[in-house]
């Protein structure tokens, strides 16, 4: 480098948005850009080949530096020389892991800092998050800058996002150094790797026709480019003389596409413009979220052996449910921001660049699924959503069964009286209908309806007989203490049990009955995806076992 070339850094540089930031800022060719970020190289995408940052690669207007916030001399190597540094850098908010946040987020944060107060840089902008104001409880209505931290953050991402950028505001003004905050609202567009690709995995799974919450709760989007072009704004207004550079240093600013939008609005213009069903059904937050703790509680078992970071945690459930919008008009007046693609347009550019996730070139399933040969005829064309008409009527009978019996909580005689009395009134007045009403012939019951046949009869008397005999043969290898593995699945099974147990039966039904018409429905839809993941689980299960026996009998040969 010369000594007159003036460098820019862009931490993260290989994400979402900073991509787009990257791009933007060699067009607007001020800056020589350095784009830091993990990977030992930089690979581009076929898209990219021959773009603009390609040519920007090899005539040196650009170049890349492999970086790890967590590591001091690298972060001090790719800063040095920068007049202008661009913190992006963070890990997927998705992973709710304290301390992968806290090493990046704050502590990363600080190297950045320091690297930049040792060498004089001039300005950085942090790029934060709207989270830091959000406890996922309370949701915001038109929230702007003056809303405090809350006492505890919706996750682990949000927590130490509030930290780097209390660091990042505290240190403007040291060494010479200015400093501010981004908070984009939402970022979606060309490129995203999360949220439109999610939206697709839910549509083909079927899942997208349900709505968390009544649906109405609204949102701030950014588009991608708007979130770029914040950046450059605030770049500018700190590198400004006199009140402008005064004004907009040492803050914070909310940026979204000032279009505020029902969040479940905004996601069925992406699924129905990719040609996918849009959300209908209206699930409430409290039903959905014991299934989410569950969820998230596997992946914390499961993770460590290769399980997939889920879509629904507890976290993501608070997102979709609650209000989130913020004004613009600090970054408005201190740093000149103004989104320049509309909503419609952003809209209609992200559809535009997902050809490839359009419903018509999802995968056929060849033959029946596993699902529903496991079900059966009958069951899997209610459970799967198959013969909607037979759904419909389950769903009545059951929410029927729901408010006459679970909701009064009735104890179990009274629920076998109210049963046997629905019944016999049913069997009474059915038996003295005529044989046809306005032309509708009306089957009379038979006593066959209700008799079990001798070998129907054999085959219950069987299985549990062959249940009990299990079981006498399960304690049985118990009592003699030499079986480690069963007694660990006994004690597991029985710790489920007692999990479930703590349950009202109202509470197990409400999640029980959901969860019956969204499980077997999903698995159907993503079923070779499911498999896969229970065959590495079960693959790394008995690896970990296999070592445990291993270091088991290596520490008796020792003793």
Known sequence: ?????????????????ARHLVQMLIRYDVFRVRIADLGSTVDLEPSEENGILAEALSTGRAQYVSLDLRSKSQVLQALQGAEVVFHMAAPNSSINNYKLHHSVNVEGTQNVIDACTEFKVKRLIYTSSPSVVFDGIHGIIDGDESLPYPPKHNDFYSATKAQGEELVIKANGVKGLLTCCIRPSSIFGPGDRLLVPSLVVAARAGISKFIIGDGNNIY???????????????????????????????????????????????VSLIVEGLGYERPRIKIPAFVVMPIAHMVELTYKLLGPYGMKLPQLTPSRIRLLSCTRSFKCSKAQDRIGYTPIVSLQDGLKRTIDAYPHLRAEH????????KASIYLGSGRADTLLWKDKKQTLKALIVLIAIYYNFIVPESTIITMLSKVLLVASVFVFTHAGLPKKILGYKIEKLQSSHFRLSEETSQQIAKSLASSWNASVKTLKSLAKGYDGILFLKVVLTLLVLSFLGAFSLQNLYVIGVPAAFIVFYVYEKEEQKIDDMVLEALSRGRKLKSDVVKKFCTSKKIE
């Open 1 to 17: 480098m010369s000594g007159d070339e003036k460098w820019c850094v862009v931490t993260g540089g290989r994400g979402f948005a």
């Open 220 to 266: 701030d989007f950014t588009y991608v480019e708007n979130v770029a072009h914040a950046h450059i704004c605030a770049e500018r207004a700190l590198a400004s003389e006199g009140t402008v550079a005064d004004k907009a240093a040492g803050q914070a600013y909310f940026i979204t596409n000032m279009e505020p939008i029902k969040f479940w609005e905004f």
């Open 362 to 369: 999802r995968p056929k399933r060849e033959g029946p699924s």
